[in-house]
């Protein structure tokens, strides 16, 4: 199975700032079938990104998914105080699907 | 809008089987992949495997050997069963619709948590 990576684990910023965030995975995702997830505490992920690079509906345009072959990368390019929270990276190119261990952004 | 909503016992006794139903609100279950992530405390989520609205299914090989769902479209409804559980298995469970082309999850269900304990 294609094993992610996520870096950092924390990212420290303040509002206003530009987060990049990085998801590397193991082995090529084909098609960059991959997506970003945003998850708050006690709530359930949200889809942010599809396709490498594809905003979900309703997803504001400060977040940008770039990216292809084993190199990802999720950019919020503003922060906004809601969006401090923990993010993972997720590949549907090869079964299992599988997903990143989490990278959480917190307010420096 | 689609919506999710999980339903099943929050306290399972080792060995015994976890079952769990989503109900699908607000949409048709016909003619999607419906899928079943786990996420124990404090850690990342896992796959469990997703069904189509035909019954034909895909698990996770980690899990196979223990997992069985189920569908039943007139109460739009899906279902997952976890046999032989452990304190491996305590976790919250989520429901969640597969992309319309490709395996991406949205929307989610609220997600419920499942404690195996004696």
């Known amino acids: 199975e294609i094993v992610l990576t996520q870096s950092p684990g924390t990212l420290s910023l303040s509002p206003g700032e530009r987060a990049t965030l990085s998801c590397r995975a193991s082995?090529?995702?084909?098609?960059?079938?991959l997506a970003w997830y945003q998850q708050k505490p006690g709530q359930a992920p949200r889809l942010l990104i599809y396709?490498?690079?594809s905003r979900a509906t309703g997803i504001p345009d400060r977040f940008s998914g770039s990216g292809s072959g084993t190199d990802f990368t999720l950019t919020i390019s503003r922060l906004e105080p809601e969006d401090f929270a923990v993010y993972y990276c997720?590949?549907?190119?090869?079964?299992?699907?599988?997903f990143g261990q989490g990278t959480k952004v917190e307010i420096k | 809008q689609v919506q999710l909503q999980e339903s099943g016992p929050g306290l399972v006794k080792p060995s015994e089987t976890l079952s769990l139903t989503c109900t699908v609100s607000?949409?048709?279950?016909?003619?999607?992949?419906w899928s079943w992530i786990r996420q124990p405390a404090g850690k990342g989520l896992e796959w469990i495997g997703r069904?189509?609205?035909?019954?034909?299914?895909n698990y996770n090989p980690s899990l196979k050997s223990r997992v069985t769902m189920s569908v039943d479209t007139s109460k739009n409804q899906f279902s997952l069963k976890l046999s032989s559980v452990t304190a491996a298995d305590t976790a919250v469970y989520y429901c969640?619709?597969?992309?319309?082309?490709?395996?991406?999850?949205?929307?989610w269900g609220q997600g419920t948590l499942v404690t195996v304990s004696s």
């Open positions: 997720q590949q549907y190119g090869s079964s299992p699907e599988t």
């Open positions: 969640a619709r597969d992309g319309v082309s490709g395996n991406w999850f949205d929307p």
């Open positions: 069904i189509y609205t035909s019954g034909s299914t």
């Open positions: 082995q090529s995702v084909s098609s960059s079938y």
């Open positions: 607000g949409g048709s279950i016909s003619s999607y992949y």
């Open positions: 396709g490498a690079s």
